[in-house]
């Protein structure tokens, strides 16, 4: 779950409770005074209604009082009867449809509509005639088929019953009074007597008499009880009611509210209660989203501030506040600001040693190159060695095997044969010399006895070895090297074994007639020795490869005039061990010219 959420959530939760805890109390406590006023209500209706029926009751009553006790009752002459209780009957607009006097029998001795007969069994006569007023129930009239009763009250002469005054009195005008009284929308007032019979109903002439004791406020009263309940009447609806007894005339009185109206208040509390719930809840979750907006924006900056650094985009966070988290804002930029920094340099090494890696593999390819190179050149030297070893052998073998096999060998022959053997293996010692000496020379063991060296004396000792060759090749040698030439401090064999290699070359590669210069000079502190020819020279090319071991311009001059690519490796190692160098300098068909520089000894 993100902050954000956590904080709405928060917000939420401690809003809500307690606003939902207030919401539930009030309305808790709001209920209570809804519930009394809808109980007032309804007493009130049902009071009022009782004290419409007991002052309209009374106005019966005090008309028959008056009547009875007239002077005009007791007077014999009908006709100013028929007047008196007419202007009744007048005055009250139908509230009397009759008035009739009976005699202590029963007998109908008077009636406003001249009726006769004996109601001695009636109880409106019987109670009556025990000398108190009596109200009768609530009947269906026999002529009008409406709801009347009757009322009885005792004719007293001089403290005597004499008779008995009833009046017939129509319910209607009671009924519409009643109607009248305000008792809500859906509110229903009913009258039962002690039987349960309905004597009132706003719909009444369909349902008069009929019984609805299972009523439960109807029951409640016909056992003279008076309150209110709550019950679902006989039409199946849900009520609240109350109900009261009216003892003088035996009514019970019933008004009915549907409950859904009578508590209509709880329902618009209820209502307001929501309503109230939702506009604080949205505006608490309103409130949320900001609050938690601008707390958690910053926070998010960071994170986006993060993600970018992780990505190597970094852009500096705004900072909008100077909280702890403006503070730490400012810190993440410093830090992130640094670890740019750390970055660029670190990528300029790693660039660097990219480079570097670069350069050593090339160097490493380079080596591997020279290495095959190498490798080629063991097998070349192997098959060249084999191949320089075997051919004197060969040539030592046939001249032996010569000698062995004739007997009488002539003596020139014989010496021949013998000088071709020393030859060969002086070229074999020779080899396995000069592949010594560059062993030594290339594992840098090559040990020199330095010494003060006279060029001039080396030099005749070196030309003791090739002179005979030169005469027989037709070339002439020369030295020129002055008498006085100061020593060179050098290892007097090794420096004839270079005078001699380069002699060597010289010969072989100068063709008859050439000329070959010995030649030394004085050069400060050292002396420079040189050699010259006329030879065939060397392509300026192939020069700086001519060092090298068994390397040969012409590899076929091998077979045509011998050696094997050893000489120049084997003497630019020596001089190279001298502290020297040896220079060359060569244009094909001229001639070529080695040189090198020594050290005056001392
Ligand atoms: P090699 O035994 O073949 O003489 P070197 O190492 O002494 O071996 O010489 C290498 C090569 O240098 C020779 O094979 C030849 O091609 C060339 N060379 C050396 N000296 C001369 C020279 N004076 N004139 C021409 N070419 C020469």
């Not at 007493?43 to 029926?53: M, V």
């Not at 009744?88 to 009739?100: K, L």
């Not at 600001?337 to 040693?353: F, W």
Request: glycine content about 6%.
């Amino acid at each position: 779950m993100s902050i954000r959420s956590e904080l709405i959530f928060f917000f939420l939760i401690i809003s809500v409770i307690p606003l939902s805890l207030v919401v539930y109390l009030s309305y808790e406590y709001s209920k209570e005074p809804i519930s009394d006023s809808v109980i007032a209500n309804l007493r009130g209706a049902t009071e009022n209604t009782g004290n419409a029926i007991d002052n309209w009751m009374d106005a019966r009553k005090d008309d028959i009082r008056v009547i009875s006790q007239s002077r005009i009752v007791n007077c014999t002459e009908k006709k100013q009867l028929y007047e008196y209780l007419g202007t009744f009957e007048n005055e009250y607009q139908g509230v009397y449809r009759e008035f009739f006097i009976l005699d202590m029998s029963g007998n109908i001795t008077f009636s406003t509509l001249s009726r006769t007969g004996n109601e001695g069994k009636a109880p409106y006569f019987t109670e009556a005639a025990k000398g108190k007023m009596y109200i009768s129930d609530v009947s269906l009239s026999k002529s009008t088929n409406s709801p009347e009763l009757i009322i009885t009250n005792p004719i007293k002469k001089n403290g005597t019953t004499e008779g008995i005054l009833a009046a017939r009195v129509s319910m209607e005008n009671l009924y519409r009074i009643i109607e009248s009284i305000d008792i809500g929308r859906s509110g229903k007032v009913f009258i039962v007597n002690n039987k349960g019979d309905i004597i009132f109903q706003e719909n009444r002439s369909g349902i008069l008499l009929t019984n609805i004791k299972d009523n439960f406020a109807v029951k409640e009263v016909t056992y003279e009880k008076n309150g209110i309940a709550e019950y679902v009447n006989n039409e199946g609806e849900k009520v609240v009611a109350s109900y009261y007894w009216l003892p003088l005339y035996r009514w019970g009185l019933v008004v009915e509210k549907n409950i859904d109206e009578a508590y209509a208040g709880f329902l618009t509390l209820g209502r307001q209660m929501i309503l109230i719930s939702s506009f604080a809840v949205t505006g608490v979750v309103f409130l949320a989203i900001i609050i938690s907006r601008r707390l958690t924006q910053p926070i998010k900056s960071l994170e986006d501030g993060a993600l970018g650094l992780v990505e190597g985009n970094f852009k500096p966070i705004p900072v909008s506040s100077r909280n702890e988290i403006g503070k730490l804002t400012d810190i993440f930029n410093e830090m992130a600001s640094e670890l740019l920094e750390i970055r660029k340099k670190l990528e300029a090494k790693i660039e660097i040693a990219n480079k570097d890696l670069e350069e050593k593999n090339r160097e490493l390819i380079v080596a591997n190159e020279e290495l095959k190179k190498l490798d080629e050149l063991k097998s070349d030297f192997i098959s060249l060695v084999s191949h320089e070893l075997k051919t004197p052998l060969s040539a030592v073998r046939i001249s032996a095997e010569f000698l062995e096999s004739q007997g009488n060998v002539d003596t020139d022959i014989k010496k021949e044969l013998l000088q071709i053997i020393i030859r060969n293996i002086d070229r074999q010692t020779r080899l396995i010399n000069d592949i010594l000496d560059l062993s030594k020379i290339e594992a840098g063991k090559l040990e020199l006895q330095l010494n003060h060296t006279d060029i001039n004396e080396i030099s005749k000792v070196a030309l003791e070895t090739i002179g005979q060759l030169a005469l027989k090749k037709n070339i002439t040698v020369s030295v020129n090297i002055p008498e006085e030439l100061s020593p060179v401090m050098a290892d007097r064999d090794k420096l004839i074994i270079v005078l001699n290699n380069l002699f060597e070359n010289a010969l072989k590669f100068t063709p008859a007639g050439g000329n070959i210069i010995l030649s030394a000079k004085d050069d400060g502190d050292s002396i420079v020795v040189s050699m010259k020819d006329t030879g065939i020279g060397i392509e300026k090319e192939k020069l700086d490869k001519i060092f090298d071991k068994f390397y040969q311009v012409d590899s076929s001059s091998r077979r045509k005039i011998g050696g094997c690519g050893l000489g120049l490796s084997i003497s630019s190692g020596i001089i190279k061990a001298h502290g020297s160098e040896i220079q060359v300098e060569s244009e094909p068909g001229k001639g070529s010219s080695f040189s090198f520089r020594l050290k005056k000894a001392g």
